[in-house]
C-alpha cells in the first residue's frame, strides 16, 4: 500500500487529496458557527413566536448585526397544566412534527425563510436525547395532538417503541441517574425520569437524522444538542454523519450544520466536556459561573485577574467554545452556576459582564433574551423558577410588543434590545480578527484592553471614580462611547472621547455611573 501511494498517477494523488479534505471538512465543519461575513454572535429568543422571531430578524437582528438565532425546541412536546404550562414542556418530547406553542409548521418555515433572507441564520434547541417520561393520551396532552402514552413507551407519530429505549442499559437500582461520577449512569440511565433513548439502534438514529434533515432542508444553519452530556459522544457522531449539508439557497455547497453541544462540566465529575471536542463545539458553562464572580467581587476576585481570561482559567480551547453569561436554565439558579450567575435582575452588573465578553477574543458568543417572572424565594430557592412565557388565559403564548422607546412590553425582557448590549455586539463585529491588545489594570477592579487599532474598551468596578489615561492604539480623533449612547450621523448622543495623536485617551468614570464602562470602536469614529 505504501508503495503503491508513493508511486500512483497523477490522478490517484488528485483522488486522494480530494478525499483527504472532503473527511477534514466533514470533520471540522461543525465548529463553523456559518453566520454572515462580519457577524460574530447570535441570541437566544427564549419561548419567543416565530412569526415574533421572523419579525425582530428583519426589523432589528439584521440591520444591528446579529449573526442569528437561538429557537426554543420545535417539535412537538407533552402539554403540562399542573403547574400551568411551565418552559420545560419544551423539553418533553412528544414527536418530531414542527408544532408547538411558537407556532406550526408554515410559521416555522416562514420564520427560516424571512430570518435568512434578513441574514440572520436559526440554531435549533434540539432535544434527542430523550421523549417525555410522563403522561398518556390525546388532544391537549401533546401541542400537535399526537396520542401518545409514556408508561407503555408508545410513540406511535414518531414511531417509537418500547424496543426504542434503553432501560436495558441503565445499571441503578431506580432506573435514573443516582451518581454523576459513574459515567455508564450519566449516558444510560434516565435524567429526570425522561424516557432515554437507544441511540445506539440504527433505527433510533435514523428517525433522529431524519427530524434534524428536515430541518436542514427548510434552512436552519445549525443545532444546538440538549442534554448532550447524557448521550454517548460515538451515538452523537453517528446521527451526525447522517446528516446533509445545509441548504444551498443560503449557504455555500457542501455547508456542514453548526453543532454546539450542552455539556455541564464544572469540573470534579467522570465526564469532561473535552470528551465532546470531536463532534461540535462545547458550551463552556465555566466562563459564566466565573465571570459573575468576578463581576461580583466575590471570593477576592478581581478584575484585574482577567488579565489571562479563557484558556489561562482552564477553560476549553477558545475555537471549541461557546460561551455566555447566563442561558435559560442557570438564570432560573439551575443547570450549574449557582448564585453567581449574573441575569437581567442585576442590570448594571450584567450589562459590564456581557459587555465584557462581547469586547473579548474567546470562544464564540451567545446574548440571552428573557422573559420577566415574579421571583419568590423559599429556603434560598426562586419557587417560581418554572414559570412559561408570558402568556394568554388559554396557555398561548403573547406576542412581543416593541414600545416607543424600542424596549419590550408584555414581560418581554429582550436584553438584546439594551443599546449597551446590542452596541456591543456591534463593537464585536467591528473587532473580528483583531488581537487583545494595550491591557491595563489598576491591580483591582479597573480594567481596560484593546482589540488591535479596532476598538478599546475600559471598566470601573471599584468604589472609587476612574480617571486615567490609557494608550488605545485607536487612530486619532473623536469617538462616540458605544455604552452611553453612540453615533448618530455626526454628532454623539452619549459621551465623546478624543483620542490623540499617540493614539492616547483620557477616561473618567464614576463608580456611581448606571453603566461604569466606556466602548469606543473606529466605527463610532467622528
Not at 441503565?170 to 444510560?188: A, F, L, M, T, W
Not at 483583531?434 to 476598538?455: E, H, P, S, V, Y
Request: net charge neutral; glycine share 10%; hydrophobic share 35%.
Amino acid at each position: 500500500m505504501e508503495y503503491k501511494m508513493r508511486t500512483g498517477t497523477h490522478k490517484d494523488c488528485k483522488m486522494k487529496l480530494l478525499f483527504f479534505l472532503v473527511v477534514i471538512k466533514l470533520c471540522s465543519g461543525q465548529y463553523d458557527p456559518n453566520v454572515k461575513p462580519g457577524k460574530t454572535s447570535i441570541v437566544h429568543l427564549f419561548e419567543w413566536k416565530w412569526e415574533d422571531i421572523a419579525d425582530e430578524c428583519e426589523r432589528y437582528l439584521g440591520p444591528n448585526g446579529f449573526g442569528g438565532v437561538q429557537i426554543s425546541p420545535p417539535n412537538e412536546n407533552l402539554v403540562i397544566t399542573k403547574p400551568w404550562r411551565p418552559w420545560d414542556e419544551r423539553y418533553q418530547p412528544v414527536s418530531y412534527q414542527l408544532c408547538t406553542r411558537s407556532g406550526n409548521e408554515e410559521q416555522f418555515i416562514d420564520m427560516v425563510t424571512r430570518c435568512n433572507n434578513a441574514g440572520v441564520h436559526i440554531y435549533v434547541d434540539t432535544v434527542i436525547n430523550h421523549m417525555t417520561g410522563y403522561g398518556a393520551g390525546i388532544g391537549n396532552s401533546s401541542t400537535c395532538g399526537s396520542y401518545f402514552n409514556s408508561g407503555a413507551r408508545d410513540f406511535p407519530a414518531v414511531p417509537y417503541s418500547f424496543l426504542d429505549f434503553s432501560n436495558y442499559k441503565c445499571k441503578s437500582h431506580s432506573g435514573g441517574i443516582e451518581n454523576y461520577n459513574d459515567p455508564y449512569q450519566v449516558r444510560d440511565c434516565q435524567l429526570l425520569g425522561l424516557l432515554d433513548l437507544a441511540l445506539e439502534k440504527d433505527y433510533v438514529r435514523e428517525k433522529i437524522a431524519e427530524y434534524m434533515n428536515n430541518l436542514i432542508n427548510i434552512g436552519v444553519a445549525g443545532f444546538r444538542l440538549d442534554a448532550s452530556k447524557h448521550m454517548w459522544p460515538g451515538d452523537i457522531k453517528a446521527i451526525l454523519n447522517r446528516l446533509e449539508d445545509l441548504n444551498t439557497t443560503w449557504f455555500s455547497n457542501g455547508t456542514r450544520p453548526f453543532v454546539y453541544q450542552e455539556v455541564i462540566d464544572l469540573g470534579g465529575e467522570a465526564i469532561s466536556a473535552s470528551d465532546y471536542f470531536g463532534t461540535g463545539r462545547v458550551t463552556e458553562f465555566k466562563y459564566g459561573a466565573k465571570l459573575g464572580t468576578v463581576i461580583r467581587r466575590w471570593n477576592g476576585e478581581k478584575m484585574a485577574y482577567l488579565r489571562n481570561w479563557g484558556e489561562g482559567w482552564g477553560f476549553m480551547p477558545s475555537d471549541r467554545a461557546l460561551v455566555f453569561v447566563d442561558n435559560h436554565d442557570n438564570q432560573r439558579g439551575h443547570g450549574a452556576g449557582g448564585s453567581s450567575i449574573l441575569t437581567f435582575f442585576e442590570s448594571q452588573l450584567y450589562k459590564m459582564a456581557v459587555g465584557f465578553m462581547l469586547a473579548h477574543p474567546y470562544g464564540f458568543t451567545r446574548v440571552m433574551s428573557s422573559y420577566r417572572w415574579p421571583r419568590h424565594f423559599a429556603d434560598g430557592k426562586d419557587i417560581n423558577n418554572w414559570m412559561g412565557p408570558p402568556s394568554n388565559p388559554d396557555g398561548s403564548t403573547q406576542p412581543v410588543t416593541i414600545k416607543a422607546d424600542t424596549t419590550c412590553g408584555n414581560n418581554w425582557v429582550c436584553e438584546h434590545r439594551w443599546r449597551q448590549i446590542k452596541n456591543m455586539v456591534i463593537f464585536r463585529n467591528v473587532v473580528d480578527g483583531q488581537a487583545l491588545t494595550n491591557w491595563w489594570d489598576n491591580g483591582n477592579n479597573q480594567i481596560a484592553f484593546g482589540r488591535g487599532n479596532k476598538g478599546f474598551i475600559v471598566f470601573n468596578n471599584d468604589d472609587w471614580d476612574l480617571d486615567v489615561t490609557l494608550n488605545t492604539g485607536l487612530p486619532a480623533g473623536t469617538y462616540c462611547d458605544v455604552i452611553s449612547g453612540q453615533k448618530q450621523d455626526t454628532m454623539c448622543s452619549g459621551k465623546k472621547i478624543t483620542v490623540n495623536k499617540d493614539s492616547t485617551a483620557h477616561f473618567q468614570i464614576s463608580n456611581t455611573a448606571e453603566d461604569p464602562f466606556v466602548a469606543i470602536h473606529v466605527n463610532a469614529k467622528l
